[in-house]
């Protein structure tokens, strides 16, 4: 396995690969939810890349750009004992030969962003878009993996693959979960002991719609309601169903609905996302 951090010896080295090639794009802190894309990636291609960059165009003002976890050692052990072939780990400069203000970027349309995370977070998709846009360019990849995890971000890059005519594909992974149904993030480090209790609650709340919804209950009204009362002691952001399609907000449940929810927890402020399709 080989860890490089500049642009012109990745290509070099891409350009020696034979085969398809999977690309697993992440800002590193890798727990067994990563572990599962490069998994699926070494099981479908030939060659995996696995890109370790915390991204600074897609972090606002205030956010945890600064204090991001960054543990490339370990990260590198965990890739080689997987059968990764190659780290891409480049310095911001490497990749950004200027400020954001003047950069080239691929900005999804107002529709799909000024919503759920992108409404809080404005220029976050433009951000995430342009760099795994630039990741694909670089890497030539056959097939990218991303994680369910991340409902509105997976949406907006299969999106931006299909109007840009990006030839990949792009396979989704199911959401990894924690023994307590905790889903995996590599935020939940910042975490106090109570702060992991509370945001358990995120994932009950989704389960408990999912069983209300079993049981004949599919008034929106009602499901949200019986969730806040779990959640109660977080700071939730937004508990919204969507047409996983389309993305469009529902006011009817159907085959197709997926709930999402973004809280942060009191002590570390930390904002943990989760979703959960009602159907399946």
């Not at 090639?21 to 990563?34: E, K, R």
């Not at 991001?68 to 052990?77: E, G, T």
Request: one cysteine or more; proline letters at 4%; aromatic letters at 8%.
């Amino acid at each position: 396995m080989k860890i490089i951090d500049n642009i012109k010896e990745l290509k070099e080295e891409i350009n020696k690969l034979k085969g398809s090639i999977g690309l697993v794009p992440t800002m590193g802190a890798l727990h067994d939810g990563h572990l599962s894309l490069i998994k699926k990636s070494v099981m479908q291609n030939e060659n995996t890349i696995v890109s370790i960059f915390v991204n600074p165009i897609q972090f606002g003002v205030n956010e945890d750009l600064d204090k991001y976890p960054r543990q490339l050692k370990q990260d590198a052990s965990l890739c080689e004992k997987e059968g990764v072939n190659i780290i891409f780990a480049p310095k911001v400069s490497e990749m950004y030969s200027c400020e954001k203000n003047n950069l080239t970027l691929i900005c999804p349309p107002y529709e799909v962003v000024d919503k759920l995370c992108g409404k809080s977070r404005p220029g976050h998709f433009d951000g995430v878009c342009s760099v795994v846009a630039k990741l694909f360019n670089l890497t030539k990849a056959t097939r990218a993996y991303f994680g369910q995890k991340d409902a509105q971000q997976l949406f907006i890059v299969k999106k931006m693959v299909k109007d840009l005519n990006f030839d990949i594909e792009i396979v989704p992974c199911p959401i990894v979960r924690e023994e307590d149904n905790l889903a995996l993030s590599s935020r939940n480090q910042y975490l106090t002991e109570n702060d992991r209790k509370l945001a358990l609650n995120i994932s009950k709340a989704l389960f408990n719609i999912k069983k209300l919804f079993k049981e004949g209950i599919s008034d929106i009204k009602v499901l949200i309601d019986a969730s806040l009362k779990i959640m109660d002691g977080l700071d939730v952001e937004y508990i919204e169903f969507v047409d996983k399609n389309t993305f469009d907000f529902q006011t009817k449940v159907d085959r197709n609905t997926l709930v999402l929810i973004a809280a942060r927890v009191p002590e570390s402020k930390t904002r943990l996302i989760d979703n959960i399709d009602i159907w399946e």
